[in-house]
């Protein structure tokens, strides 16, 4: 009797293991930790420099990593950039630079240790220049 209920442990602990393991995998749900570059504060994942270079030029990466949005959202903030702000056509970079934001800075709720308050709507934003100058 005891050798079966020691078998039957065994079983089901390496089964328990197995799918441990297999799981994540299959579902492409491996998740790797990266460093946090100490200057720019972005997550050093594939695509960060292409990110950090493009957002850089106009701002601090510390404003990326303040954010967060799923893929339609971070499409919409870089296209309201290139609309109002002065952003060039991210033409080829668009994939790399949505994909990169989309999974490491992604939904999330807000940290509100961290922030004072929450982001303004878009009605309580100030106009951009280009809708001040007529454009």
Avoid at 40 to 66: D, F, R, T, Y
Avoid at 114 to 123: G, M, Q, V
């Amino acid at each position: 009797m005891h050798v079966k209920s020691t078998l039957a442990v065994r079983g089901v602990a390496t089964l328990a293991l197995c799918l441990a393991v297999s799981l994540p995998a299959a579902a492409g749900e491996a998740k790797t930790t990266y460093p946090v570059d100490k200057e720019s504060g972005l997550i050093m994942a594939p695509g960060w420099e292409m990110v950090n270079q493009q957002c850089n030029a106009c701002h601090s990466s510390k404003l990326v990593a303040q954010n967060s949005g799923n893929r339609e959202v971070w499409r919409g903030t870089l296209q309201w950039m290139i609309d109002t702000q002065g952003l060039w056509d991210l033409s080829e970079t668009w994939e790399p630079v949505l994909k990169y934001l989309s999974t490491y800075y992604g939904d999330a709720e807000i940290d509100m240790t961290t922030f004072r308050r929450l982001p303004l709507s878009k009605d309580q934003l100030p106009p951009s220049r280009a809708a001040l100058e007529g454009k």
